[in-house]
């Protein structure tokens, strides 16, 4: 089955086929067997965040403002105001023990508060006092958003399988897999201890094997498609290994890892940066290569006079095109992904040198140039890759194609003739005769007509 969404790629010979087969299939044991030898079977992983705080839905039924309280006086002697708002809001537990209760807490305030109103779906916490267990308090924590999401996800799936029909069912089975690949291996094994480094190169391999052979078929193609991208990952992770120690970032250049730190002592954060960057890649490097497989294939089916430097020529000018925007999607990913910490530049009274230079900037930088190094390498492996396949899989030289007959010349004094005869008349559509015809139109009523509009009639 080939890329294109709408035709299969021809079949590849036995010979070609033997040989991508003791390849790929090796390769593919070898990811599975580190799979499982890496699977953690310790459980979750123990944290030190404390106990678990109930969490509980409820619907709002009245919302209280009133002035906020005076706050301790300011620097000049008068009374402050605190931060609004404040107030009451009584809401209706639909779960838990107190389900059906109405119970009454305080304005969400503060960065990042919620803003309720009437008739909001809301998530509640109940804290109980350390000193006297039986007296506790509620809270609103946030929106449940439930539902909302549930119809994106419905909207999302639907565009595409509408779009893609059975190539687009194929490509949410893909994602659903990759998921499933992130949340049951990949994020278990990291927080159980497991080098984060290791379990990222075999879980992103783990997923291009599944997502590709779903989505795109088993063929000929699709294992040029996989090749390329393995190796490809290879190059970026040792690329990765060698320019964070070059470079000596130690992964807690955001207050993510840090938290995480604290909650997780166990967490290697240099090596989470290394497979931040190469779970990043996956995502991207198989876009390209299926691309550039695709490309060579479609090539050599127009045209199966080209030879193998033809076809890696050719392609590769269509990858170079590609990367040239691929490149700055990367950057833009990652530039949006990392807003608020841009954001945080224009209020840095540091030098610009020692700005690009700091922990937190340096990792954004090297992500996005390690990860476009590696791209850029996926081309012309994979590239060279599906010019020696196509190429292989010839039978033959291609069949000669008949030169289409000549086209008859015309007889060049007929057409003068033609030319500088004069024109007979027209019927005359206003006579009720239809065999007279108008006299011969002369040089002064010739297209356009003297008194014929040459505007577009609506």
């Known amino acids: 089955m080939g890329s294109d969404h709408t035709r299969s790629a021809p079949s590849a010979p036995p010979r070609v086929r033997r040989i991508l087969i003791a390849t790929v299939v090796p390769l593919f044991v070898a990811t599975v067997l580190a799979a499982v030898v890496l699977w953690p079977r310790d459980g979750s992983p123990q944290t030190d965040g404390g106990a678990n705080v109930p969490r509980y839905h409820g619907t709002v039924t009245r919302v209280v403002t009133e002035p906020c309280p005076p706050t301790a006086p300011g620097p000049e002697g008068t009374p402050g105001v605190g931060d609004g708002p404040c107030g ?8 838990g023990p107190a389900a059906g209760q109405q119970i009454q807490t305080p304005v969400p305030a503060g960065p990042g508060a919620p803003r309720v109103e009437v008739d909001d779906e809301v998530i509640l916490v109940e804290l109980t006092d350390p000193t006297d267990p039986t007296a506790s308090s509620w809270n609103i924590a946030e929106h449940q958003r439930g539902a ?14 509408a779009f893609g029909r059975w190539r687009g069912l194929a ?18 094994g ?20 599944v997502v590709l052979y779903l989505t795109h078929g088993v063929s000929a193609q699709t294992s040029v498609a996989v090749l390329g991208t393995l190796g490809s990952l290879v190059l970026t992770g040792v690329l990765a290994t060698i320019v964070t120690a070059t470079t000596h970032l130690t992964g807690f250049g955001s207050e993510d890892a840090t938290t995480l730190s604290m909650f997780q002592a166990d967490v290697d ?8 960057i190469i779970i990043g890649s996956l995502g991207v490097l198989d876009d390209v290569t299926v691309t550039q497989a695709a490309t060579v294939t479609e090539l050599a089916n127009a045209n199966p006079g080209l030879t193998r430097l033809q076809l890696y020529r050719a392609a590769t000018r269509v990858g170079r095109a590609h990367i040239a925007s ?11 992904a990392s807003l608020p910490l841009l954001l945080l ?19 954004e930088i090297v992500r996005s140039a390690v990860a476009t190094l590696g791209l850029i390498a996926a081309v012309p492996l994979t590239t060279g890759l599906a010019a020696m396949v196509t190429a292989a899989g010839r039978q033959g030289p291609a069949p000669a194609v008949d030169a289409p007959a000549p086209r008859p010349q015309p007889d060049r004094a007929e057409a003068l003739a033609a030319l500088i005869s004069p024109r007979t008349g027209r019927p005359d559509p206003t006579s009720p005769d239809p065999a007279r ?4 139109s002369t040089a002064t009523d010739r297209w356009p007509e003297p008194n014929r509009s040459t505007d577009t009639a609506w």
């Not at 089975?173 to 994020?187: E, N, R």
């Not at 954060?269 to 931040?276: E, F, I, Q, S, V």
């Open 88 to 95: 009451t809001v009584d809401v209706r537990v639909d779960d």
């Open 148 to 161: 909302p999401l549930l119809w994106l996800a419905v909207i999302f799936a639907a565009a595409i399988v």
């Open 171 to 188: 490509a949410l089975a893909g994602l659903a897999a990759s998921f499933a690949i992130l949340l049951t291996f990949v994020l278990p």
């Open 190 to 209: 990291i927080g159980a201890g497991r080098s984060p480094l290791l379990v990222a190169v075999v879980g992103a391999a783990l997923i291009m094997f």
């Open 269 to 276: 954060l240099h090596g989470l940066l290394l497979a931040g």
């Open 326 to 336: 691929t490149v700055n999607t990367i950057v833009l990913a990652y530039a949006g």
């Open 345 to 363: 530049l224009t209020a840095d009274s540091r030098p610009i040198g020692q700005i690009l230079t700091s922990e937190f900037l340096a990792q």
């Open 437 to 440: 015809t108008t006299p011969p």
